[in-house]
């Protein structure tokens, strides 16, 4: 049985961490560097930065924000947001990011996958799914892009497949339909994509109670549990979220 991991997502914007309901109708939620450092101390596996404007302002993702992030952990870090080319991987990951996260610039190129596999290692390349329901897709989900603006009309569970063929190490897969509302994980979005993938999966997007996680793992066949709003607003400790887990029947590490 594989270790399952919990990995707090701070969504920055203007240098703060901000958490919408749908992917808008943003709110402060605190200071990155303070939240990261505590992170690590109360368990967290991994940690995950999304510069959630960058594609939008059509600008690169924000180096000041991994180095002063960086510096306060020692646990893997993933950059996402406004990665578009190997230079841009390069940079990041010299900024003090273990792996980074592309979404609308891997759909605009897939090959940007396959070269970033071969340039850095598969494990340190992720892929971002962001997409919604829609009848029309073979599946029933679109993938959307620009942080969730943009329909490409385009299946999100066949280019998850791709994605896996192109090389990229992870998948992390997040629903529109779920995103903030702590409603639960998009289970059927989520197992969708681990049943056609062999590669991690990282549940995303709507976790508000403790059998949520249990759900993403179980259910929705995820490895790696990502959550914001309910860290952010310590709704939830990372050490209670583990606990939870382990007496359910998970492996965690403690």
Known sequence: MNIVKIMPCLDMKDGRIVKGIHFVDLKDAGDPVENAA???KE???ELAILDIA????NRKSRLEWVKSVSS?????????GGI???EDIEMVLDAGADK??????AVQSPELVRRAAKAFGSEKVTVAIDARRNKEMPSGFELVVSGGTRPVDKDAIAWAKQCQELGAGVILPTSMDGDGTQAGYDLEFTKAISDVVDLPVIASGGAGKLEHFYEGVVQGGAQILLAASVFHYRIFSIREVKEYLQKKGLQVNL
């Not at 960058?54 to 302002?57: D, M, N």
């Not at 980074?100 to 610039?105: H, Q, V």
């Open 38 to 40: 505590f992170y690590e």
């Open 72 to 80: 306060v952990i020692t646990i893997p870090l993933t950059m996402g």
């Open 84 to 86: 578009a080319s190997l």
């Open 43 to 45: 368990g967290a596996d």
């Open 100 to 105: 980074i996260s592309i979404n609308s610039a």
């Open 54 to 57: 960058a594609t939008l302002e």
